[in-house]
């Protein structure tokens, strides 16, 4: 096993971290006007590209 040779600095440890922040959900608004995931269908109005899919599909 690869071990360190000596401690890495406040400093270094900070720009290892630099990497590490949460990016914000994307989110956009549905023609309804509530917030919705991309790529996915509107919890609200249950639209999606233009169709709805809020009814169950036939079987
Ligand atoms: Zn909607």
Redesign the pocket.
């Known amino acids: 096993m690869a071990v360190q040779q000596s401690k890495k600095s406040k400093s270094k440890k900070g720009m290892r971290r630099s990497h590490h922040r949460v990016a914000a959900p994307a989110v956009l608004l549905?023609?309804?006007g509530?917030p919705?995931a991309p790529h996915a269908v509107?919890p609200?109005?249950g639209?999606y590209r233009g169709r709805n899919y809020s009814a169950a599909p036939a079987e």
């Open positions: 549905c023609q309804c509530s919705t509107c609200a109005c639209n």
